[in-house]
């Protein structure tokens, strides 16, 4: 029994590491490193509102580069959004691979989110060398590593399930696709991405810490800062979270394979 188990698991890795590799080479068919030019939505995010927030002469709240701080902000909610955006989608595209023995629509969801997060893993990376480079902040180490990684497992499961749920909510109402678009674009005014929410009124911590992209970015940032207030945070929130909508999502994508199967 174990042996068969494992000779599952180990054909879904090839699977999925020959899709990953599939997405790849066709983002780049056309262009090299199109992938990397992909990202220039969350580089010029950054940068545009570093370069209002030093202009304004914003208060650094924490910390001693406020290029760190927009960054550690911006990178959860752009993160979840474009990894969300591509589960929703690739549900609907994976039909030019489903045709192949073995592979399934959730093989190339989670294919093309690993090249999502490769490639975002590897620009926050390289924007912290850079503000390494020229010694603009003594954190760009994280300063708590497990809670980094922590948050960096959990959002992509989080933003997978949510992927998911709205590839169902596409199919059955493509104009979704649209909305969602919308809507995850303004979760950076419900994440707290500009501010610390200990430091905001008490009326506005309660609201915000219903925002599970707010926990999101607290963890984000706490791996940084070693004295970043951390009273709403709740990683047992996120966690919760993220158990409720992957196991929905998973359950949705099921159902919807086997309609496809019949129809």
């Known amino acids: 029994m174990s042996n068969l188990v494992m000779t599952g698991i180990s054909r879904q890795m090839r699977i999925v590491s020959a899709l990953t590799i599939r997405e790849v080479r066709l983002r780049n068919s056309k262009h090299a490193f199109k992938q990397l030019f992909d990202l220039g939505e969350?580089?010029?995010?950054?940068?545009?509102?570093?370069?209002?927030?030093?202009?304004?002469?914003?208060?650094?709240?924490?910390?001693?580069?406020?290029?760190?701080?927009?960054?550690?902000?911006?990178?959860?909610?752009?993160?979840?959004?474009?990894?969300?955006?591509?589960?929703?989608?690739?549900?609907?595209?994976?039909?030019?691979?489903?045709?192949?023995?073995?592979?399934?629509?959730?093989?190339?969801?989670?294919?093309?989110?690993?090249?999502?997060?490769?490639?975002?893993?590897?620009?926050?990376?390289?924007?912290l060398a850079m503000i390494g480079l020229f010694g603009t902040s003594r954190f760009i180490f994280p300063y708590r590593p497990f809670a980094f990684i922590e948050f960096l497992i959990l959002i992509s499961l989080f933003a997978f399930g949510i992927g998911l749920i709205n590839a169902?909510?596409?199919?059955?109402?493509?104009?979704?696709?649209?909305?969602?678009?919308?809507i995850a674009r303004v979760q950076i005014f419900f994440a707290a991405v500009f501010y610390i929410p200990e430091y905001m009124n008490e009326h506005m911590r309660y609201y915000l810490s219903f925002s599970p992209i707010m926990h999101f970015v607290a963890l984000c940032r706490s791996a940084f800062y070693p004295t970043y207030p951390m009273h709403l945070l709740s990683v047992n929130y996120i966690l919760g979270w993220t158990a409720a909508v992957m196991m929905l999502g998973l359950a949705i994508e099921r159902a919807l394979r086997n309609y496809r199967a019949a129809n």
């Open 168 to 182: 169902f909510l596409i199919y059955l109402v493509p104009i979704w696709r649209i909305a969602w678009s919308l």
């Open 42 to 127: 969350m580089l010029f995010a950054i940068v545009i509102h570093w370069g209002i927030f030093e202009f304004t002469h914003h208060k650094l709240l924490i910390g001693d580069s406020l290029l760190l701080f927009i960054m550690t902000g911006l990178f959860p909610v752009l993160y979840f959004r474009i990894i969300s955006m591509r589960a929703a989608t690739a549900i609907d595209a994976s039909r030019a691979v489903t045709i192949i023995p073995y592979i399934e629509a959730i093989d190339y969801a989670i294919a093309r989110c690993f090249v999502e997060f490769l490639a975002f893993t590897m620009i926050f990376i390289m924007m």
